[in-house]
C-alpha cells in the first residue's frame, strides 16, 4: 500500500469516527434527592446543530426533560400562645413535581427534616411530615392552589400551632 493510499486511509477513517464521537456524548448529573435521601439523574443529550446561514455558530439543541423541581420557600405564622413564643418560623419545600417533596426548616434550634407528599385522589392537597434529632416533630396539612402556590397548617409536638404559607 503506498503513502498516499494510506493518508487517505486515515482521513477517511477520522471522518468516519469523528460525528460518531462528537454526537455521542451524554452529560449525567444528579438533579435531587428522593424522600430516602437517595440521589436522581437525569440523562441529557447535547447534541450541537448548526445554525442556518453561512458562518453562523453551532447551537445546542434543546431537549424537553419533563419537569423540573422546584424549591419553594415556607413561612410559619404563629396562631395560638404556644406558637407565639417562637414566633415566625421560616422553610423550604423542594417539590419533586412527582407528588412528593422535601420539606425542612428551624424550629427552636432544631433543624426539622420531612417530606411532603399530596393525597390520593386529589392532586391539591397534601400532608407534610417532619421530624428532629431531639425528637420534635410536625405535622402539617395544606392545599395548593398552583404548583407553586399554597396553605395550609401545621400542629408541632410541642402542641404549637401554625399558618403554613408555600410559596408566594
Not at 431537549?63 to 417562637?86: C, F
Not at 426539622?112 to 390520593?120: D, I, N, Q, Y
Not at 402539617?140 to 395550609?152: D, I, V
Amino acid at each position: 500500500m503506498s503513502i498516499k493510499n494510506l493518508n487517505v486511509s486515515r482521513r477517511t477513517a477520522i471522518a468516519i469516527a469523528f460525528p460518531a464521537l462528537a454526537l455521542s456524548g451524554c452529560y449525567v448529573m444528579p438533579v435531587g434527592e428522593d424522600a430516602g435521601g437517595n440521589p436522581y439523574y437525569v440523562y441529557s443529550p447535547v447534541p450541537v446543530v448548526p445554525a442556518r446561514g453561512a458562518g453562523s455558530i453551532p447551537q445546542p439543541l434543546a431537549i424537553p426533560s419533563g419537569p423540573a423541581v422546584a424549591d419553594l420557600q415556607v413561612k410559619l405564622y404563629p396562631i395560638n400562645d404556644l406558637a407565639n413564643q417562637t414566633g415566625i418560623l421560616t422553610g423550604q419545600v423542594t417539590n419533586m413535581m412527582t407528588g412528593k417533596g422535601r420539606f425542612t426548616f428551624n424550629f427552636q434550634g432544631e433543624t426539622l427534616v420531612g417530606e411532603a407528599t399530596r393525597v390520593s385522589n386529589d392532586e391539591r392537597r397534601g400532608i407534610a411530615s417532619a421530624y428532629g434529632p431531639r425528637g420534635t416533630f410536625a405535622r402539617c396539612e395544606y392545599q395548593m392552589s398552583t404548583p407553586r402556590m399554597g396553605a395550609g397548617t401545621c400542629t408541632f409536638s410541642n402542641g404549637a400551632q401554625y399558618q403554613l404559607h408555600v410559596g408566594g
